[in-house]
């Protein structure tokens, strides 16, 4: 099977913050569907932490607990608009998906969106340093 638009590599800066996130919403829901709680944003950054030690990476708190934040967006999307069998489903996917060799549409979709989060949240911030740099201008 070919892909148009291939996922970033989680190698890639972006690539691992975009698998964070996709990874952060799995876990959120397999959560939220066993257990009828939601992961706390400092919860999703510290495991996010804990991902990031086992291949010797780091990010800071900050960025981690936005990355936390943008999973919890997606989850909550995703459990607001499906019933809970197709939630369940797609948690279960989304958890299978995390293996590279897993081929999933449901994963690449959702890869996808997350690609678009970040990149939202990315676009959001710089038009937030450029607003704060334009008002310090003499």
């Known amino acids: 099977m070919s892909r148009e638009n291939p996922s970033p590599s989680p190698a890639t800066e972006r690539g691992l913050r975009v698998a964070l996130i996709f990874a952060l919403a799995a876990e959120r829901l397999s959560l939220y569907y066993a257990h009828d709680q939601w992961l706390k944003e400092a919860q ?3 495991l996010a932490a804990d991902w990031l ?3 010797q990476r780091r990010l800071p ?3 981690r607990r936005q990355l936390s934040a943008l999973s919890e967006e997606l989850a909550r999307q995703i459990a607001d608009t499906l019933s809970r069998e197709a939630g369940l489903h797609t948690a279960h996917e989304m958890m299978e998906a995390l293996d590279a060799s897993y081929e ?3 994963g690449r979709a ?3 969106e ?3 989060l970040l990149d939202g949240a990315l676009a959001d911030q710089a038009a937030f340093q450029g607003k ?3 008002r310090q201008a003499p």
Do not use: F, K
Request: proline residues 0%; aromatic residues 0%.
């Open 110 to 112: 959702l890869m996808g």
């Open 104 to 106: 999933s549409e449901i």
């Open 44 to 46: 999703g950054a510290s």
């Open 132 to 134: 704060r740099i334009t």
């Open 114 to 116: 997350c690609e678009r």
């Open 53 to 55: 030690a086992r291949s």
């Open 61 to 63: 708190l900050a960025e």
